[in-house]
């Protein structure tokens, strides 16, 4: 947001119309004491006089107190109202400040936010200037060189001068201040500003291509910063003293001074291993062991620290457009180039494996990428053995009395993020995708084909087993029915009465669910009708046949 300039004419025409108004009065209040003042500097008739001798020192003794007391309120203003001052040096240089601003020739002032700086247009003005920083935020100062002629030397007499004074800093560009305030040389400009805190950044669609040739997408993340201390990691040795056997331990916090060891995973890359080898090297003639004592938690607020925001403010790389890259998107495209180098060992089929008992295959490659790119960025280690010399066991609890410690000594070969100052503190990747539809669809295919294979199998396995089911069932059905139906033919004689007994047994039968799933669907209407013909009488028996008609002749 910037100042309007009908409300910086307004104010600049208040401030000199009040400067002009009292030296005016200034002038009406003392006007014989500035003729005799002039007239014994000029040489006016008359000379050295008493009474203009009295005059001129009212007149000074009058400028002095107005000085004295002009100077004991831009002092007291200073300090009360205009920057959050805290020591005495810096009491005076912000009275400075306020002077250099009085008189007009005064730079520029911004505030440093999170990592932004909040400026006006009349902020670009040459002049000695002043900045507030957050605690969350440094800046990168550049000095212009001086224009050439007899003022560069004056200007160096009038930088030493106040230097001497404390009225100025030591001169240095470019230079790099942390949090606080911050006050600037005429020549001196912000390069930069930083954010001291977490940075999160992402970069969408990164592709790739797999072992065979498919295409594929995925968004890149990584979170980072250069305003914490490097992450501590415990290492030792698993077995022979060798780079190559180096781990990194992962201790559990138990009551009453005991450690559980957790895991000895294989963490570092060679370059990491090799170095902390020769560490351990050094370590064997000097001894330099201590008892072991927890790490200290890491500070909740940033920290300041010069080499590294000086390391990443310089750190601008060109893309592909040939466009300065700042530091914060070095991290993220890092990343991408790691994911594509993953992504380019492994077939896609490897990515996602259905129905495997063992852990998805992708978390095994977003932890390869996490692990990559943290050990890029700044990273501390300490060895850590037994005081008795014995190897470590995972699962196995240890006392701390019972376990001896490096110093804590950072990582310092040469990486990318390392050598800017920025630890990675994690990265990853989403869902990996294909750019082809195409490609999506057939490997859905081919992953569904053999789980409706299995299906087809299952669903014909138990439909043969219902088929079994239902003919063991209809061949009980029918040996009861057969049984049934003898025992009634048996048993009774007149013919009606077999045939309702006959009916009775059909409807028990027909009765039962399971049978009546077996039979056809008009069954139980054919038995309701000839059962209701039955009660009707309308069944007979046969007629006795009857011998057949002689034909009729005449007498013999």
Avoid at 257 to 281: N, P, V, W, Y
Avoid at 375 to 380: D, Q, T, V
Avoid at 531 to 540: A, F, P, T, W
């Amino acid at each position: 947001m910037y100042i309007e300039e009908a409300s910086n004419k307004r104010r600049r025409l208040i401030i000199s119309g009040t400067i002009i108004v009292l030296a005016l009065l200034f002038i009406v209040l003392f006007w014989r004491e500035l003729s005799d003042f002039f007239a014994i500097f000029l040489g006016s008739p008359g000379g050295l006089t008493e009474a203009r001798l009295e005059s001129t020192g009212k007149l000074g003794y009058q400028l002095l107190e107005f000085l004295v007391f002009f100077g004991f309120w831009v002092i007291l203003i200073s300090q009360q109202a205009l920057l959050p001052v805290s020591t005495a040096r810096e009491r005076l240089r912000a009275a400075f400040q306020f002077l250099v601003f009085i008189l007009g020739q005064h730079g520029q002032a911004v505030f440093v936010k999170d990592g932004r700086v909040l400026s006006t247009k009349e902020d670009n003005r040459d002049g000695p200037g002043v900045a507030v920083v957050d605690f969350n935020s440094a800046i990168v100062l550049e000095e212009r060189l001086p224009p050439p002629g007899i003022g560069s030397g004056f200007d160096s007499l009038m930088h030493r001068l106040m230097w001497s004074l404390g009225l100025a800093d030591r001169a240095e560009s470019p230079r790099v201040m942390g949090p606080g305030i911050v006050f600037l040389r005429p020549r001196e400009r912000i390069k930069t500003a930083v954010d001291l805190r977490r940075q999160f950044r992402v970069i969408k669609d990164v592709t790739g291509y797999t072992r065979n040739g498919i295409e594929v997408s995925a968004n890149v993340w990584s979170i980072f910063t250069i305003g914490q201390e490097p992450d501590v990691v415990q290492v030792s040795y698993d077995g022979e003293h060798r780079p190559e056997n180096l781990r990194v331990l992962l201790f559990e916090k138990l009551p009453d001074g005991h450690l559980r060891l957790i895991s000895m995973s294989d963490e570092l890359d060679r370059l990491d291993r090799q170095e902390i080898h020769h560490f351990f090297h050094v370590l064997e003639y000097t001894h330099a062991v201590k008892p072991y004592t927890p790490l200290p938690e890491p500070s909740a607020l940033p920290v300041f620290n010069r080499e590294r925001v000086f390391a990443a403010a310089y750190a601008e790389a060109r893309g592909e457009d040939e466009n300065p890259r700042p530091w914060t998107e070095l991290p993220t495209r890092l990343a991408a180039s790691i994911f594509r180098e993953i992504i380019s060992q492994v077939s896609y089929d490897d990515l996602y494996q259905p129905g495997s008992i063992l852990p998805l295959p992708l978390n095994r490659y977003k932890a390869r990428l996490r692990q990559t790119m943290r050990n890029n960025g700044l990273l501390s280690f300490r060895l850590v053995f037994l005081a008795s010399g014995e190897p470590f066991s995972v699962r196995r609890v240890y006392r701390e009395a019972d376990l001896i410690v490096s110093e804590v000594r950072p990582l310092m070969n040469s990486k990318i993020l390392r050598d800017r100052g920025i630890k990675v503190i994690a990265s990853g990747f989403g869902d990996i995708t294909p750019v082809s539809e195409a490609v999506y669809r057939h490997r859905l295919e081919s992953w569904r084909a053999p789980w409706q294979r299995d299906a087809e199998i299952i669903s014909a396995a138990r439909e043969l087993e219902a088929s079994r089911i239902r003919a063991r069932a209809r061949a009980l059905a029918q040996q009861d029915l057969v049984a049934h139906l003898k025992q009634i033919y048996q048993t009774t004689s007149h013919q009606e009465v077999l045939a309702v007994r006959l009916m009775q047994a059909f409807d028990r039968v027909a009765s039962d669910p399971q049978t009546r799933q077996l039979l056809p669907g008009n069954t139980l209407d054919l038995m309701k009708h000839a059962h209701q013909l039955l009660s009707m009488g309308e069944i007979n028996p046969p007629p006795p046949p009857q011998p057949p008609d002689l034909p009729q002749g005449g007498g013999a």
